[in-house]
T-cell receptor, first 112, second 114 residues
Framework: EAQVTQNPRYLITVTGKKLTVTCSQN?????MSWYRQDPGLGLRQIYY???????DKGDVPEGYKVSRKEKRNFPLILESPSPNQTSLYFC???????????FGEGSRLTVL | AQSVTQLGSHVSVSEGALVLLRCNYSSSVPPYLFWYVQYPNQGLQLLLKYTTGATLVKGINGFEAEFKKSETSFHLTKPSAHMSDAAEYFC????????????FGQGTRLTINP
């Protein structure tokens, strides 16, 4: 089954404790992206990747890092989480840059 | 820079009534336009998209949208609402040339009254 898998789905952590949200897709998609969803703001792009070893900032990259060492994986790293990073995070992939995005089920992160 | 505005953060209709969710965009070049739906506790899934050709686009679950360049709009409609349509709907735009990302609107939560 074609899917984008994110882990963990739910996480409560404390300020400053590094964490990684993993994302994996099994569709051989080149394009992958991370979004955060906040009430009233819709989805805002954090980082995206056009291919292996090619990443770039989206609209709200501050406080986040990403890597793309393999085509299927695109982890999101929060080196020192802060409460303003409490949000619902989505990973997405697509075959082409402007093509249909396939979304994971989301990771709800709470930073205390 | 491209942007998307969805008019109305909440829309409520009766079951069987017309659904109309409004979306206006700004883009410096001809855009790709999308509607996504998000059911509770799930990720987003594509309802329909406009890339080129016919301006009236049909999607899944009986939804359709019409691209109107003169009005810079891409409103989503469904003739008869069903209880299962209750969800949050997002309009999104991507520029055709050198497109790097999808820009999403704020979302519209659709409630269906029995």
């Amino acid at each position: 089954e074609a899917q984008v898998t994110q882990n963990p789905r739910y996480l409560i952590t404390v300020t400053g404790k590094k964490l990684t949200v993993t994302c994996s897709q099994n569709m051989n998609h080149e394009y992958m992206s991370w979004y955060r969803q906040d009430p009233g703001l819709g989805l805002r792009q954090i980082y995206y990747s056009m291919n292996v070893e090619v990443t770039d900032k989206g609209d709200v990259p501050e406080g986040y890092k990403v890597s793309r060492k393999e085509k299927r994986n695109f982890p999101l790293i929060l080196e020192s989480p802060s409460p303003n990073q409490t949000s619902l995070y989505f990973c997405a992939s697509s075959l082409a840059v402007a093509g249909e995005l396939f979304f994971g089920e989301g990771s709800r992160l709470t930073v205390l | 820079a491209q942007s998307v505005t969805q008019l109305g953060s909440h829309v409520s209709v009766s079951e069987g009534a017309l659904v109309l969710l409004r979306c206006n965009y700004s883009s410096s070049v001809p855009p790709y336009l999308f509607w996504y739906v998000q059911y509770p506790n799930q990720g987003l899934q594509l309802l329909l998209k406009y890339t080129t050709g016919a301006t009236l686009v049909k999607g899944i679950n009986g939804f359709e949208a019409e691209f109107k360049k003169s009005e810079t709009s891409f409103h989503l409609t469904k003739p008869s609402a069903h209880m299962s349509d209750a969800a949050e709907y997002f309009c999104a735009v991507s520029e055709r040339q050198g497109a790097q990302k999808l820009v999403f609107g704020q979302g519209t939560r659709l409630t269906i009254n029995p």
